[in-house]
C-alpha cells in the first residue's frame, strides 16, 4: 500500500500536480508507516520538478526537519539554509537550524542564526501578532472544514506556541488530536502544560477524554461561565403563573441537527406521536440550510416550524417569547450550532437538557436532564446540576429508518468465514486503552477482523500501524468507507459483534446495531456517556451483554467469539425482541415524555422551579486540571474512593481558604468552627 502511495506521489510530484498540503499530507503517511526513506525520497523528488512553486521554502523546511529527525544533521542544515535563501523573512528554519548547529557543537552558528531570526522580527508588535494569530486560525479552520487533520493541527499548535491562552484554539487542537487518534491526547507542548490544555479542553472533548463526572461537571459550568455567558448576567428565573393553565402545554425543541444527522435519525418519529389533545409542538431549526428528505419528514411532524438559523440572537429570544413556549428543550447542549445565548436569556419558563449533549449543562439556566434509571441511578444525581427525571428508555428511535439491500461481506472487503467484530463509532471515541483491548481479543480469536468506519486515510494507517505495535496484523483491520445512511444501516448485518468504545460509548450506532440485530457488548463507567450503550443493551433485552469490568468485557469478548452459536442465539434475540422491547417502544417513550412534561409544569405552577447549585464548581474545575489527577481517578475502583479523590483536595483548600459546603461531596469548610473540615458520608442528594 506505502509503495503504491509512494508511486502516485511521485508522478504527480514530477508533473507538479502534487499540491504542497498533499505533499505533506502523504510524507506523514509514509512516515506513520515507518517509511521514512520513501518521505525524504518523496520530498527531494517533489523539490527537484517544482523550484518554481511559491511554497518552496515551506517545503524545504519540512524536508530539513523530516531529515532532522531522521538523524541526517548535515544534510539538513544544508536543506535549512536553501529555505532561508529561498525566503530569507521565513523564520522557522533559523530557529531549526540554530537548534542543529548546537547539536553539531557550533554554538557561534547557533547564536549567529538566531540573532538573524530576531533582527527579522525585529518589527513584530502586538498588532501584527494579533494578525498572525487569526491568519494561524483562519487556516486552521478551513484545513480541519477540508479534513486535513494533520496540517490543521500543526497550524493551531504553532498559534498555540505563540499564545497559550486561546480557548477556542485549544480545543480545536485537543479535538483534531482525538479525531486522528493520536495517543496520548492531552500531550504538552512548549508553553501549552496539561493544566492548560485541561483548563481548555471542550466539555465533548472531556466526555472522549476521561470517565470523570464531577470533572465533566465542572468543566460543563467553566465553558458556560467562560464561552457562553462572558460575564453576561442571566435573567431571573420566571415567577410561578398566576391563574391555572386553561390550554395545551406549549412544547418547543431547538435543534441544528434536525435533518440527516444522528439527532434527527434518532427523533424523526417521536414529534408526530405527540398526543395533541396534550401538547401543541414547535420545533426551531438552528442549522445548516438544507432541503434534505430527513428534515422535510421531521418538520411535517410538527405544529409549527421555524428556520431560527439566520436570526440574531435577539430575535430568536423574542420569537420563542411570542408563541407562548412553556417548555423549551434543547437537544444541542454543547453541540455544532448550538443557540446557547438564546437558552440563556431564559425565553421560555422551564428549560431542559435532553439527547444532544450526554451530560450535564452546568449551566445557571438549565432546570431538568431527561435520563433513565441506568444512566443516572440515584447515587449519580449529584453529578448534575439540573433535576433528573426519566424515562423507561432515554433515547429515542425511528422505526421507519430507511435499510438498503445488505451488501455481501466480499463487497466490503471482509473475510468470508471469519468473525467480524465491529465499531462503527466515530475516531474521536477510540482511546489508546480501547484500542489495547481490541487486540487483546483479537488475538485470543485468532480467526477474527475488527471492522472501523473510515477515519482519514491517515488515521486508518495509524490505526493499522498501532494494531502492528500490538501483534496484530494489518489486514485483520478492515476499514469500512462512509456510505449514505441506509447503505451504512445495511451492512450492519454482516458483523457478529459490535464491540463498545470507552470512555465515551455507542449512541446512535448502538440503537442502529440493535435494531439491527447485531449484539453490542459494553462496560458501563461512571459519566453520562459512558453509561449510555449499557441503558440501551439492557432495553433490547441483553442484560447479559453488560459487563461488569473491563477485565470481564475483554473475557467476554473473546468467549463469544469463540463460540458462533451464542452469537447466532442473542441475534435471534434481538430480531423476536425488536417489535415488543422498551428501546424501539416509541409510543411510550412519547407518553412517558409527556408524563415528564406535566410534572416539570406542576413544579414550575407549585413554586418548586429547580434551580442549578452551583457552588464550588470553578474549584473542583482547577483540582480535575491538577497535575497527576488522571491517574488518581483511574485508580479508584469504587465510588467511595473516586469520590475521595475530590473530597481530599476540598478538605485540603478548605484549610486554607473559604469554600461553600459542598452539597455534591458533602464537605464542609475547613474553617467553619464547629465543623472543622468534616467530611460526611456521599448521599445522592438532599
Same mark, same amino acid.
Given at each position: 500500500?506505502?509503495?503504491?502511495?509512494?508511486?502516485?506521489?511521485?508522478?504527480?510530484?514530477?508533473?507538479?500536480?502534487?499540491?504542497?498540503?498533499?505533499?505533506?499530507?502523504?510524507?506523514?503517511?509514509?512516515?506513520?508507516?515507518?517509511?521514512?526513506?520513501?518521505?525524504?525520497?518523496?520530498?527531494?523528488?517533489?523539490?527537484?520538478?517544482?523550484?518554481?512553486?511559491?511554497?518552496?521554502?515551506?517545503?524545504?523546511?519540512?524536508?530539513?526537519?523530516?531529515?532532522?529527525?531522521?538523524?541526517?544533521?548535515?544534510?539538513?542544515?544544508?536543506?535549512?539554509?536553501?529555505?532561508?535563501?529561498?525566503?530569507?523573512?521565513?523564520?522557522?528554519?533559523?530557529?531549526?537550524?540554530?537548534?542543529?548547529?548546537?547539536?553539531?557543537?557550533?554554538?557561534?552558528?547557533?547564536?549567529?542564526?538566531?540573532?538573524?531570526?530576531?533582527?527579522?522580527?525585529?518589527?513584530?508588535?502586538?498588532?501584527?501578532?494579533?494578525?498572525?494569530?487569526?491568519?494561524?486560525?483562519?487556516?486552521?479552520?478551513?484545513?480541519?472544514?477540508?479534513?486535513?487533520?494533520?496540517?490543521?493541527?500543526?497550524?493551531?499548535?504553532?498559534?498555540?506556541?505563540?499564545?497559550?491562552?486561546?480557548?477556542?484554539?485549544?480545543?480545536?487542537?485537543?479535538?483534531?488530536?482525538?479525531?486522528?487518534?493520536?495517543?496520548?491526547?492531552?500531550?504538552?507542548?512548549?508553553?501549552?502544560?496539561?493544566?492548560?490544555?485541561?483548563?481548555?479542553?471542550?466539555?465533548?472533548?472531556?466526555?472522549?477524554?476521561?470517565?470523570?463526572?464531577?470533572?465533566?461537571?465542572?468543566?460543563?459550568?467553566?465553558?458556560?461561565?467562560?464561552?457562553?455567558?462572558?460575564?453576561?448576567?442571566?435573567?431571573?428565573?420566571?415567577?410561578?403563573?398566576?391563574?391555572?393553565?386553561?390550554?395545551?402545554?406549549?412544547?418547543?425543541?431547538?435543534?441544528?441537527?434536525?435533518?440527516?444527522?444522528?439527532?434527527?435519525?434518532?427523533?424523526?418519529?417521536?414529534?408526530?406521536?405527540?398526543?395533541?389533545?396534550?401538547?401543541?409542538?414547535?420545533?426551531?431549526?438552528?442549522?445548516?440550510?438544507?432541503?434534505?428528505?430527513?428534515?422535510?419528514?421531521?418538520?411535517?411532524?410538527?405544529?409549527?416550524?421555524?428556520?431560527?438559523?439566520?436570526?440574531?440572537?435577539?430575535?430568536?429570544?423574542?420569537?420563542?417569547?411570542?408563541?407562548?413556549?412553556?417548555?423549551?428543550?434543547?437537544?444541542?447542549?454543547?453541540?455544532?450550532?448550538?443557540?446557547?445565548?438564546?437558552?440563556?436569556?431564559?425565553?421560555?419558563?422551564?428549560?431542559?437538557?435532553?439527547?444532544?449533549?450526554?451530560?450535564?449543562?452546568?449551566?445557571?439556566?438549565?432546570?431538568?436532564?431527561?435520563?433513565?434509571?441506568?444512566?443516572?441511578?440515584?447515587?449519580?444525581?449529584?453529578?448534575?446540576?439540573?433535576?433528573?427525571?426519566?424515562?423507561?428508555?432515554?433515547?429515542?428511535?425511528?422505526?421507519?429508518?430507511?435499510?438498503?439491500?445488505?451488501?455481501?461481506?466480499?463487497?466490503?472487503?471482509?473475510?468470508?468465514?471469519?468473525?467480524?467484530?465491529?465499531?462503527?463509532?466515530?475516531?474521536?471515541?477510540?482511546?489508546?486503552?480501547?484500542?489495547?483491548?481490541?487486540?487483546?481479543?483479537?488475538?485470543?480469536?485468532?480467526?477474527?477482523?475488527?471492522?472501523?468506519?473510515?477515519?482519514?486515510?491517515?488515521?486508518?494507517?495509524?490505526?493499522?500501524?498501532?494494531?502492528?505495535?500490538?501483534?496484530?496484523?494489518?489486514?485483520?483491520?478492515?476499514?469500512?468507507?462512509?456510505?449514505?445512511?441506509?447503505?451504512?444501516?445495511?451492512?450492519?448485518?454482516?458483523?457478529?459483534?459490535?464491540?463498545?468504545?470507552?470512555?465515551?460509548?455507542?449512541?446512535?450506532?448502538?440503537?442502529?446495531?440493535?435494531?439491527?440485530?447485531?449484539?453490542?457488548?459494553?462496560?458501563?463507567?461512571?459519566?453520562?456517556?459512558?453509561?449510555?450503550?449499557?441503558?440501551?443493551?439492557?432495553?433490547?433485552?441483553?442484560?447479559?451483554?453488560?459487563?461488569?469490568?473491563?477485565?470481564?468485557?475483554?473475557?467476554?469478548?473473546?468467549?463469544?467469539?469463540?463460540?458462533? !452459536?451464542?452469537?447466532?442465539?442473542? =441475534?435471534?434475540? %434481538?430480531?423476536?425482541?425488536? #417489535?415488543?422491547? $422498551? /428501546?424501539?417502544?416509541?409510543? &411510550?417513550?412519547?407518553?412517558?415524555?409527556?408524563?415528564?412534561?406535566?410534572?416539570?409544569?406542576?413544579?414550575?405552577?407549585?413554586?418548586?422551579?429547580?434551580?442549578?447549585?452551583?457552588?464550588?464548581?470553578?474549584?473542583?474545575?482547577?483540582?480535575?486540571?491538577?497535575?497527576?489527577?488522571?491517574?488518581?481517578?483511574?485508580?479508584?475502583?469504587?465510588?467511595? !474512593?473516586?469520590?475521595?479523590?475530590? =473530597?481530599?483536595? %476540598?478538605?485540603?483548600?478548605? #484549610?486554607?481558604? $473559604? /469554600?461553600?459546603?459542598?452539597? &455534591?461531596?458533602?464537605?464542609?469548610?475547613?474553617?467553619?468552627?464547629?465543623?472543622?473540615?468534616?467530611?460526611?458520608?456521599?448521599?445522592?442528594?438532599?
Amino acid at each position: 500500500m506505502t509503495q503504491e502511495l509512494f508511486l502516485t506521489a511521485v508522478k504527480k510530484a514530477i508533473s507538479q500536480d502534487l499540491s504542497v498540503a498533499d505533499l505533506f499530507g502523504v510524507t506523514e503517511q509514509l512516515k506513520a508507516a515507518g517509511e521514512n526513506a520513501l518521505a525524504l525520497q518523496l520530498y527531494d523528488i517533489w523539490i527537484g520538478q517544482n523550484a518554481a512553486n511559491p511554497l518552496l521554502h515551506a517545503v524545504r523546511f519540512n524536508y530539513g526537519v523530516a531529515l532532522s529527525d531522521d538523524g541526517k544533521l548535515e544534510r539538513a542544515r544544508d536543506v535549512f539554509l536553501e529555505a532561508i535563501k529561498t525566503n530569507p523573512e521565513f523564520i522557522p528554519p533559523y530557529i531549526n537550524i540554530g537548534t542543529l548547529y548546537e547539536r553539531l557543537g557550533q554554538l557561534d552558528q547557533s547564536i549567529a542564526h538566531w540573532t538573524q531570526a530576531a533582527n527579522v522580527l525585529g518589527a513584530i508588535t502586538a498588532e501584527s501578532i494579533n494578525y498572525k494569530l487569526t491568519a494561524l486560525k483562519q487556516i486552521g479552520r478551513v484545513l480541519e472544514g477540508a479534513k486535513i487533520d494533520a496540517n490543521a493541527e500543526a497550524v493551531l499548535r504553532q498559534s498555540l506556541e505563540i499564545d497559550p491562552f486561546q480557548r477556542d484554539v485549544s480545543q480545536h487542537w485537543i479535538a483534531l488530536r482525538q479525531g486522528q487518534c493520536k495517543w496520548p491526547v492531552i500531550e504538552p507542548f512548549a508553553r501549552m502544560t496539561r493544566r492548560r490544555l485541561m483548563k481548555g479542553i471542550s466539555p465533548l472533548s472531556t466526555a472522549c477524554q476521561m470517565d470523570d463526572p464531577i470533572f465533566q461537571l465542572a468543566n460543563a459550568y467553566h465553558y458556560n461561565q467562560t464561552d457562553v455567558l462572558k460575564g453576561s448576567k442571566v435573567p431571573a428565573a420566571w415567577a410561578p403563573p398566576k391563574g391555572p393553565r386553561n390550554r395545551r402545554l406549549r412544547i418547543g425543541y431547538v435543534s441544528s441537527d434536525l435533518r440527516e444527522h444522528a439527532v434527527g435519525f434518532l427523533t424523526a418519529e417521536i414529534f408526530g406521536l405527540h398526543d395533541r389533545s396534550k401538547v401543541e409542538v414547535f420545533g426551531y431549526y438552528s442549522g445548516v440550510k438544507t432541503n434534505d428528505a430527513m428534515q422535510a419528514r421531521i418538520k411535517a411532524t410538527f405544529d409549527h416550524w421555524a428556520d431560527i438559523t439566520d436570526y440574531k440572537d435577539e430575535a430568536a429570544i423574542q420569537k420563542i417569547r411570542d408563541d407562548g413556549i412553556d417548555i423549551l428543550i434543547d437537544l444541542n447542549g454543547y453541540s455544532k450550532d448550538a443557540r446557547l445565548n438564546v437558552f440563556a436569556a431564559r425565553p421560555a419558563p422551564i428549560i431542559v437538557n435532553w439527547l444532544g449533549f450526554p451530560g450535564t449543562m452546568g449551566s445557571p439556566y438549565h432546570n431538568y436532564i431527561i435520563a433513565d434509571d441506568f444512566i443516572i441511578p440515584k447515587e449519580h444525581e449529584a453529578y448534575f446540576t439540573e433535576k433528573v427525571l426519566r424515562l423507561p428508555c432515554y433515547q429515542p428511535n425511528d422505526r421507519k429508518r430507511a435499510v438498503a439491500d445488505c451488501p455481501t461481506r466480499a463487497q466490503v472487503g471482509l473475510p468470508e468465514g471469519a468473525i467480524v467484530y465491529c465499531c462503527f463509532n466515530g475516531t474521536q471515541k477510540i482511546t489508546a486503552q480501547t484500542y489495547d483491548q481490541w487486540m487483546q481479543i483479537l488475538r485470543g480469536v485468532p480467526n477474527s477482523v475488527l471492522w472501523l468506519l473510515s477515519g482519514s486515510d491517515e488515521t486508518n494507517e495509524r490505526l493499522k500501524v498501532e494494531a502492528e505495535k500490538r501483534g496484530v496484523s494489518r489486514e485483520r483491520i478492515v476499514i469500512a468507507d462512509k456510505r449514505a445512511n441506509a447503505h451504512h444501516l445495511a451492512r450492519y448485518r454482516l458483523a457478529d459483534l459490535f464491540l463498545d468504545t470507552f470512555p465515551y460509548g455507542a449512541h446512535t450506532t448502538a440503537s442502529d446495531a440493535l435494531w439491527l440485530g447485531v449484539p453490542i457488548l459494553t462496560y458501563p463507567g461512571r459519566g453520562f456517556a459512558a453509561r449510555v450503550c449499557g441503558s440501551l443493551v439492557i432495553a433490547a433485552g441483553l442484560p447479559e451483554l453488560v459487563c461488569a469490568s473491563q477485565e470481564h468485557y475483554v473475557r467476554r469478548a473473546m468467549e463469544l467469539g469463540n463460540d458462533p !452459536a451464542l452469537l447466532k442465539a442473542m =441475534r435471534a434475540k %434481538l430480531e423476536l425482541g425488536r #417489535a415488543s422491547c $422498551t /428501546l424501539f417502544d416509541m409510543p &411510550r417513550l412519547v407518553q412517558s415524555l409527556e408524563g415528564l412534561y406535566e410534572e416539570m409544569w406542576t413544579d414550575y405552577a407549585e413554586g418548586r422551579l429547580p434551580l442549578p447549585d452551583l457552588s464550588n464548581l470553578e474549584v473542583l474545575h482547577d483540582i480535575g486540571c491538577e497535575e497527576g489527577h488522571d491517574e488518581r481517578v483511574a485508580k479508584a475502583q469504587d465510588l467511595t !474512593a473516586y469520590h475521595g479523590v475530590y =473530597r481530599d483536595s %476540598l478538605a485540603a483548600r478548605g #484549610a486554607y481558604s $473559604t /469554600l461553600a459546603y459542598d452539597r &455534591r461531596l458533602r464537605v464542609r469548610n475547613g474553617n467553619d468552627p464547629l465543623i472543622n473540615g468534616l467530611v460526611l458520608p456521599m448521599r445522592a442528594a438532599e
